[in-house]
């Protein structure tokens, strides 16, 4: 479902060239739920944007669902993009003038799709904010804004998830929720869930977790079922 071949990506910092991904192959099959762990500054963030589409990688080719996407016109990415990527930030980035209902309704509505209001609703009603659609993001609670924008990166129901430390700007009960609605619908949907997660905890329920630092895959395990159940993270 996601396959990057010979990824990598480099800045210029001044007149030095800084690496922030090394040369990386990685292949990520549809319906699995990854976790990706490291340090801050190891490329986690840089990993996910590459994979979205939303940053150009330096060399290599990135396939999202089969289709090349860096040899692709603004105009293709951003379309394919709005079919198969969902995108869940640690900040949220809800549109602040919008209301919880408007966040999940308008970008579908951008997008064309029909029966786009019910299917809002429907959404809302999914995350556990039946009756909270009318009020404005700064109304709502951290684990409450954030389950507005899983609604919304779920509402054309994408074949891949992409979510950065999602639950990083929450306490832990919410974080808990956030946690929780990512994984069932990794499960009830085949959603393939690529998760960047500061919680070893967490991180130690995936299917797979990928280490990076300093730009590399240092590691790349599957944790065990049973450790999975006691939540640990060792592979
Ligand atoms: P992480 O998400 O793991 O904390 P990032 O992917 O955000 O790491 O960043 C990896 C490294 O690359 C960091 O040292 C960061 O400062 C640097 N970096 C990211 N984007 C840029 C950029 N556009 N220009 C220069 N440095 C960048
Ligand atoms: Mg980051």
Same mark, same amino acid.
């Given at each position: 479902m996601i396959r990057l071949v010979n990824v990598s990506k480099v800045v210029a910092s001044g007149s030095e060239q800084l690496t922030i991904l090394h040369s990386l192959t990685l292949e990520i099959a549809r319906g699995q739920f990854v976790s990706v762990v490291g340090p801050s500054g190891s490329g986690k963030s840089t990993l996910l944007s590459l994979t979205a589409g939303l940053d150009a990688p330096t060399s290599g080719e990135i396939y999202l669902d089969g289709r090349e996407i860096t040899s692709m016109s603004e105009d293709d990415l951003a379309q394919l993009r709005g079919e198969k990527v969902g995108f869940i930030f640690q900040s949220f980035h809800l549109i602040p003038s919008l209301t919880a209902y408007e966040n999940i309704l308008v970008p579908m509505e951008i997008m064309g799709i029909s029966g786009a209001? +019910? %299917?809002?609703?429907?959404?809302? /009603?999914?995350? @556990? *904010?039946?009756d909270r659609g009318h009020h404005y993001p700064s109304q709502l609670s951290g684990g409450e804004q954030q389950r507005v924008a899983i609604a919304?990166?779920?509402?054309? /129901?994408?074949? +891949? *998830?992409?979510?950065?430390?999602?639950? @990083?700007?929450? /306490?832990? %009960?919410?974080?808990a929720h956030v946690f929780e609605l990512l994984v069932n619908l990794n499960r009830e949907r085949g959603t393939t869930l690529l998760l960047v997660t500061h919680d070893h905890e967490l991180a130690g #329920?995936? /299917? %797979? %977790? +990928?280490?990076? #630092?300093e730009g590399r895959v240092v590691e790349d395990c599957e944790p065990k079922q049973t450790e999975r159940e006691v939540l640990s993270a060792e592979c």
């Open positions: 209001k +019910i %299917r809002a609703q429907q959404l809302l /009603d999914e995350v @556990g *904010l039946h919304r990166a779920f509402a054309n /129901d994408p074949p +891949i *998830l992409l979510a950065d430390e999602p639950t @990083g700007n929450l /306490d832990s %009960r919410n974080g #329920r995936a /299917d %797979r %977790r +990928i280490t990076l #630092r």
